[in-house]
């Protein structure tokens, strides 16, 4: 009996799934977002269309003032969620007032002229890529769990890309849930769940999820999750914090954003720590909301990063030898799975930890009195001194 618990806490303590965040994290937005808005100009200047503005300065107009069509079920959302709604929105938009289309040709020219800037985005991925990316991920998919099944491999995204759309990165992933498809964007945990719930549903994961996870409430979803999770992003709050509230391990890959992280250190080294790592950990455990200031003394605190973040790394490469680190199946400490009268006492800081997993998250980005400005590319509103867009990732 006691033999039996003890192999099931190993089944639980290795990497069965791995999910990335995408944007910055395999690959820069900038870059390819930028490829892709290029790409749309020019094939609307092969249709002689007038663009007194482009699409992208359209669509942060739009996103302004009507919130809550991109936005529906969270309209404090300080990003747009249905972004190729968006973006064709905008098209539309520049074919209808500036060139005199009617709405049933401007609909069909949309279309076409969004797919094109789909597959330029899709097609500037792969010479804008994390160093390494594709060896990283074949080393990973070559790993076999202790049945005999490879890892899961999926991704976890704000934005609308898609690896299996790109030829290098197809073989590897095995889900993709965009925020879109859910409604609402990261820190969310809707967006989680959902990748939970297509996991859940796969015949390599009926151990832990059962026959039928499909019945289960959230609750008991949430509860399953565990280390053999594992969650890789560049956002602290939407990828970090967000998936160790699901008691998920948490990779926070810094490769595509050290340039920003440098100019926030300078920022920082200027503004002494507000509160101690057990102060905010327990203001974090104890609130619905969390609100954390990007570039606040705490926030990118070395001890901040350790008690939210498994793994920090630098460079996308050393992310195999982290997993296989973690993946070697260990024995379970007897000590653990002895009665509670038994065992030692959890120390108060794990506790408060462990109950971030019932946590919703909100970004809130420092503002000074009035200055501000907004994202030309998605609308988003940011500090004036803002070098790039929290939300989009673009370079102001």
């Known amino acids: 009996m006691f033999e039996d618990k003890v192999d099931k806490m190993k089944v639980k303590s290795e990497v069965r799934v791995v999910s990335f965040d995408l944007d910055n994290t395999l690959w820069n937005t900038s870059a390819t977002i930028d490829a892709a808005n290029d790409a749309l ?11 007194p503005i482009r699409v ?52 069909s020219l949309s279309e076409e002229a969004f797919e094109l800037w789909v597959q330029a985005r899709h097609d500037a991925i792969l010479n804008n890529m994390a160093v ?31 690896p299996k759309r790109v030829q290098a990165l197809a073989p590897f992933f095995d889900f993709c849930i965009n925020a879109e498809s859910v409604g609402v964007g990261k820190p969310d945990k809707r967006v989680y769940l959902e990748a939970i719930r297509q996991v859940a549903s796969m015949p390599s994961m009926q151990d832990i999820f059962g026959n039928s996870p499909g019945t289960l409430p959230v609750d008991s979803l949430e509860e399953k999750v565990g280390p053999f999770w594992v969650h890789v992003g560049d956002d602290f709050t939407k990828d970090v914090v967000a998936g160790k509230g699901l008691n998920m391990r948490t990779v926070w890959c810094r490769e595509l954003i050290l340039d920003s992280l440098k100019q926030q250190t300078v920022v920082n080294k200027e503004i002494p720590p507000e509160r101690s790592v057990e102060d905010l950990v327990k203001q974090v455990s104890e609130m619905k909301v969390v609100k954390m200031e990007i570039g606040a003394g705490d926030y990118l605190s070395d001890m901040l990063q350790k008690e939210f973040a498994d793994s920090v790394i630098d460079s996308f490469i050393d992310l ?73 990732g673009q370079a102001q």
């Open 41 to 51: 100009a020019s094939f609307l200047d092969s249709r002689k269309i007038v663009q």
């Open 132 to 162: 390494s990316a594709v060896h990283c991920l074949k080393e990973i998919s070559s790993m076999q769990r202790k049945d005999g099944h490879r890892i899961i491999i999926g991704a976890i995204t704000d934005g609308n890309s898609d």
């Open 320 to 392: 195999s030898s982290v997993l296989k680190e973690w993946h070697a199946i260990e024995p379970t400490p007897a000590s653990s799975l002895l009665p509670a009268e038994d065992s030692q006492q959890v120390p108060p800081l794990q506790v408060e930890k462990a109950s971030l997993r019932t946590i919703t998250l909100e970004v809130v980005e420092p503002v000074n009195g009035d200055e501000t400005k907004f994202c030309i590319f998605c609308g988003t509103k940011l500090p004036s001194v803002a070098k790039f867009c929290s939300g989009c």
């Open 56 to 107: 992208e300065k359209v669509m942060g107009e739009l996103f302004q003032k009507n919130k809550s069509r991109y936005c529906p079920l969270d309209q404090r959302a300080k990003t747009p969620v249905y972004l190729t709604l968006l973006r064709k929105d905008a098209i539309r938009n520049i074919l209808e007032e500036a060139n005199g289309y009617c709405t049933e040709k401007a609909t």
